[in-house]
């Protein structure tokens, strides 16, 4: 088997020349020294989404990297504006349930009673025009005729009662003496005519009050009383109806807002149970997240504290479980990941620990670039007995992708490309020199493996 210990450093032999390489089989291989940072398989990310509460002020928190028990709390937020909330929208859903019930009640009556009120509108307003049409018809001349008719019986009865004075004078005339009978029969007799008269008198007045005012009047009233009810009428046909869809609207807000009200309640509510967070199990509380294989702290960290506020939506914390498995996690560039396969074996060392060697295999790598054009990896370690890594220490992992015992190996640099592909300038037996065409094997960050064209004694000039 090939060790990693037995290889030696390619040697460049001595040259005639600073710029001449004579060349020789030599052991050679692919390095690898790969930046990690020890994180765990598995961990719970702790963060907020609430559903309405915005500000989350910190009472206590756990320090950051604390060994904590099942239940423990990690976090406890402040709880009094959002209990005054709860508070606020409860009452105010008590409320908009009364008046919503007090609405629906209203719009049931008025479906009931709309229809009735528009009945006896229209109703008065058809009695009103029928009183009008029956007094121009019928009504005002009957009144006109019954004034005449009055007056003229007035002035008939005054005339009967002259009438009569005039034949009881002329009858008591004829005696020479008038007896007191007679004298009391002609005393009642005139008080008769001048009642008459009277009564004449004031029924010409009630006549010409009658025919010029009261009977005018008295259309005019019909007439306006006609128009008031129609108009009634017509302005109820549009506001009943109109009350109705007012008051469905009415219920329909209140509807929606006591629907919207009861939301916002379970979503504080559901918010509320946020205010304490307590371990799942027993394990380790760490400030930061652990995401993508990242570990991030950033500004985020600097507010967990009490009377800080924890950022919403975002992961600020991490809790890990115990017993805490460990994984080495690292970003490779694509030379490095283009090179490395799964499985391949390597060590590590911990920073600080140098001696302590860490078996390292990887398990993952991925095929496509992230975000920052680094492949994300994962290794499994074999972590030695005594030494405790936390999450978060860093490594260095260290393996080797390509070994060989013998092979030639020249400067990258002394390499140039044609159309014909790829040459190396080689120096002939009597000091000239020609390229010729070689096939590249693997290369390193400044070597390149030669596996057809150059052979070992060979001078070639570098650059």
């Known amino acids: 088997m090939f060790h990693i210990r037995q290889l030696i450093p390619v040697l460049i032999a001595a040259t005639a020349y600073a710029n001449e390489l004579t060349l020789e089989t030599k052991p050679f291989i692919i390095a690898h020294s790969i930046s990690a ?15 309405a509460w915005p500000s989350f002020k910190i009472a206590t928190i756990a320090e950051h990297g604390a060994s904590v028990k099942k239940d423990q709390p990690l976090i406890v937020f402040e709880t009094e504006d959002i209990d005054k909330k709860l508070t606020d929208t409860r009452q105010a859903i008590a409320k908009e349930t009364l008046e919503l019930a007090n609405a629906e009640l209203a719009l049931a009556t008025l479906e009931k009673t709309v229809p009735e009120q528009l009945a006896r509108l229209k109703r008065a307003a058809d009695e009103a025009a029928e009183k009008l049409a029956y007094f121009t018809a019928t009504s005002r001349k009957i009144s006109e005729q019954s004034a005449d008719f009055g007056l003229r019986q007035t002035e008939e009865m005054l ?10 004078l002329q009858m008591y005339e004829a005696d020479d003496i008038t007896e007191d009978t007679e004298e009391i029969i002609l005393k009642k007799q005139k008080f008769s005519v001048e009642r008459a008269k009277f009564a004449l008198k ?20 019909l007439k306006e009383a006609g ?12 506001n009943l109806p109109r009350s109705i869809e ?4 009415e219920v329909a807000n209140l509807k929606t807002s006591l629907t919207r009200n009861k939301e916002s309640l379970a979503d504080i509510e559901s918010d509320r149970k946020l205010f304490e967070i307590k371990a799942p199990a027993d394990g380790m509380f760490y400030y930061g997240s652990i995401e993508d294989g990242k ?34 996690k690292a970003f490779l560039d694509q ?12 060590t590590a060392t911990l920073s600080g620990r140098s001696d302590a060697t860490v078996p390292v295999t990887l398990q993952s790598l991925s095929s496509a670039p992230d975000t920052g054009k680094t492949y994300p ?33 020249i400067p990258t640099k002394a390499l140039s490309y044609s159309p014909q592909g790829w040459k190396a300038e080689v120096k002939l037996a009597d000091g000239k020199t020609e390229k010729r065409p070689v096939t590249r094997g693997k290369s390193s960050e400044k070597e390149t493996e030669i596996t057809a064209g150059l052979e070992a004694g060979q001078v070639i000039i570098v650059p």
């Open 246 to 249: 007012l008051k469905k609207l």
């Open 377 to 409: 990896t994962v290794f499994t370690a074999e972590w030695p007995e005594g030494l405790n890594p936390v999450a978060g220490q860093s490594l260095q992992v260290n393996l080797v992708s390509y070994a060989s015992e013998k092979a030639i190996v």
């Open 295 to 328: 570990w991030t702290t950033g500004d985020l960290i600097k507010s967990l504290s009490p009377r800080g506020n924890a950022p919403v939506g975002k992961t600020f914390a991490t809790f890990i479980a115990s017993p805490v498995n460990l994984v080495v």
């Open 227 to 238: 128009d008031d009810t129609t108009l009634a009428f017509e302005t109820g046909s549009k």
């Open 37 to 51: 940072t020890a994180l765990p398989a598995e961990s719970a990310p702790i963060r907020l989404d609430a559903e």
């Open 159 to 168: 005339a009967s009662y002259e009438e009569e004075l005039k034949q009881l």
């Open 335 to 346: 030379a490095n990941a283009q090179a490395l396969a799964v499985g391949a074996k390597g």
């Open 202 to 221: 004031r029924e010409i007045l009630d006549h010409k009050r009658t025919k010029q005012i009261s009977i005018p009047r008295q259309a005019i009233e």
